[in-house]
């Protein structure tokens, strides 16, 4: 990360639309998802609120995409 975008990460929400903007094309969601739970508390910014809501969705699609084992026995008991 660049000195620049260390000091618009510092604790400063003023600059958010540039700040995410560099991050969303770097690819670094968890620093976007923590920058703007930051930039949400003094800002309340409509645009804050929903680039936050598209990093969760994003990191929810993450984690749904991934392969992962199913245990047939453990779910045999939620359905019977």
Do not use: S, W
Request: charged share 30%; aromatic share 8%; proline share 6%.
């Amino acid at each position: 990360m660049a000195c620049g975008l260390r000091t618009l990460l510092a604790e400063d929400p003023a600059n958010f639309a540039e700040v995410i903007e560099i991050l969303n094309r770097a690819g670094k969601h968890d620093d976007l998802v923590r920058f703007l739970q930051m930039a949400r508390k003094p800002l309340r910014e409509p645009r804050i609120d929903m680039e936050l809501a598209y990093a969760y969705a994003g990191g929810l699609m993450r984690i749904l995409l991934r392969p992962f084992p199913i245990d047939f026995e453990r779910l045999d008991h939620f359905v019977t």
